[in-house]
């Protein structure tokens, strides 16, 4: 009779850490697939939602300090042709600002 070798366990990897929140925005540049696998091995969203949020925020503010929302109003509503068929059937001037 033949005898089946003796059943041997996989060698265990030892567990890294994970990357912190911090470490992973930057390894996103310089390591990424590092910082993909941690991704995988713990998915956490509430860094890039805060990353985006505040991004998003200091993009429009900038944009209504430097143009304003009135004047961007202004400019889509005078290159809109249905605006422009609307405005010249009433004989009304455009919308003025609110200021």
Do not use: C, H
Not at 11 to 32: D, H, K, M
Not at 86 to 92: A, E, I
Request: glycine fraction near 2%; charge should be positive; proline fraction near 13%.
């Amino acid at each position: 009779m033949s005898t089946a070798p003796p059943m041997t366990p996989p060698p265990i990897e030892p567990v890294q850490p994970g990357l912190s929140q911090a470490a992973r925005i930057v390894n996103t540049y310089f390591a990424p697939t590092k910082t993909f696998e941690d991704i995988r091995r713990n998915a956490s969203w509430w860094v890039p939602l805060l990353l985006s949020s505040v991004f998003a925020i200091a993009f429009f503010v900038t944009i209504d300090k430097k143009v304003g929302f009135d004047q961007i109003a202004q400019t889509m509503m005078s290159k809109s042709p249905q605006f422009q068929q609307s405005n010249s059937s009433r004989k009304q001037p455009p919308l003025s600002p609110l200021r």
